[in-house]
């Protein structure tokens, strides 16, 4: 395919200049945005991830922001998940959903105070969904798109190359906690999150003037610890069961089918909660599943059909070879006949037809 033509809508971010100056190989755009989807290889990315560090510029991982008297009150209309604990120091991985239940988005909510949220998105428009109840409704709430970017570092090197740019107090930073640190003349919120499971941080940078500074402050810190830019990366988040919104799951899918059941805890009646309770009570009819598929496969650019005796009982639109472990990871949703670990089930791949067979668990 030919080059992405950055413009208007397809925006660039505060790190694009340093993205282009580390040689990205490739980018995707995500809520209009432009993400790098990888710099030497997938697979050399992935190598070095899990032994060093990496600076990924997500800005794209957008931030709705949610802010005012009644910012809880639609955040609780927003969540299936139980809010009632939140700290002003926490993230949440949740799963929004519409009045079936049919996924919208999976953002990571942030809670800045008791008036003041931020979801981190995935891609979709779900500031729109969020200002239309908060409209129709009435709500005094503010409901906006600030220019707050998230940059990740990311790897088992992170927290000591964090700690030079940010000071040591990014070491006690629990996993989906934050503290506001500062750099320069700003505090900026830091949290112990990110899309790999190699360890490490989001830095959410509120001023696209500070940027390019942090960049090559972090760069400029880690030489000695082989720092490289990097992106989320297609083999680590298989290998590790991220799901990416949009290809492993759908608005036709509900929460329970992404496996996110446990983040569906809110006692309220939050916007779906009717649609979803057949499925809190009887599990539902298809689910996410690590899947091994046999053979050579090419990469996955859109879906593949799961199929049993001609029949179609999944997809798969998530799959790659990982290196580490010696065979092609992918990411399922499979009808509940099909989804028992260790069943076989054909998968229409661009190249032919292969053999996939269901996993127990993810790889880490
Ligand atoms: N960080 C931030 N924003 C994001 C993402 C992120 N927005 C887009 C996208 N990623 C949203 N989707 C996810 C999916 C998985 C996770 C985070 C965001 C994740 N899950 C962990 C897991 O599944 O093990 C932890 C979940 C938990 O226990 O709370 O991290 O990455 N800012």
């Keep these: 395919m030919a080059v992405i033509a950055p413009n208007r809508r397809v925006r660039k971010t505060p790190f694009t200049p340093g993205v ?10 995500y809520n209009h945005m432009l993400l790098a989807t990888f710099f030497e290889s997938v697979e050399a990315d992935a190598a070095h991830l899990k032994q060093h560090v990496q600076v990924w510029d997500v800005s794209c991982e957008r931030q709705v922001q949610i802010k005012g ?23 949440y ?9 049919g996924m919208l988005n999976d953002p990571v909510a942030i809670k800045l105070s008791d008036d003041h949220y931020w979801l981190s998105v995935a891609d979709g428009d779900l500031w729109q969904f969020a200002l239309g109840i908060a409209v129709a409704l009435g709500l005094d709430v503010e409901v906006s798109e600030p220019d707050v970017s998230p ?12 700690a030079r740019v940010f000071g040591e107090d990014v070491r006690d930073i629990k996993f989906f906690r934050y503290k506001r ?10 949290a112990r999150s990110g899309w790999s499971k190699q360890g490490g941080f989001e830095i959410y940078v509120d001023g696209s003037d500070y940027g390019m ?19 989320p990366n297609g083999i680590e988040r298989i290998e590790s069961g991220l799901l990416s919104f949009g290809s492993d799951m759908r608005r036709e899918n509900t929460p329970y089918e992404c496996g996110l059941a446990k983040f569906c805890n809110s006692p309220l009646d939050y916007i779906g909660k009717t649609a979803l309770a057949e499925q809190a009570e009887n599990g539902p009819p ?3 599943r690590p899947m091994v598929i046999e053979g050579d496969i090419g990469p996955c ?64």
Excluded at 93 to 101: A, F, T
């Design 181 to 190: 640190l500062r750099f320069e003349d700003k505090e900026f919120l830091v």
């Design 69 to 91: 008297p009644d910012a809880l009150r639609l955040m609780k209309m927003l969540s299936p998940r139980d809010l009632d604990r939140m700290q002003a120091d926490q993230c």
């Design 93 to 101: 991985y949740v799963p929004v959903v519409d009045q079936n239940g």
């Design 301 to 364: 650019t859109g879906s593949w059909q799961l199929l049993a005796s001609g029949q179609q009982v999944g997809q798969i639109a998530s799959a790659a070879y990982s290196p580490e472990f010696g065979v092609n990871v992918a990411i399922g949703m499979v009808d509940r006949a099909y989804w028992d670990a260790g069943t076989r089930i054909e998968v229409m791949t661009e190249h032919g037809m292969r053999w996939a067979v269901v996993q127990e668990n993810f790889w880490r």
């Design 151 to 162: 940059l990740a570092v990311q790897g088992p090197k992170a927290d000591e190359l964090m």
């Design 213 to 231: 500074p942090l960049w090559d402050s972090l760069f400029a810190n880690g030489q000695d610890l082989k720092v490289r830019a990097g992106c």
């Design 20 to 29: 282009e100056a580390a040689g990205v190989g490739g980018y995707t755009v």
């Design 286 to 288: 298809r689910i996410i």
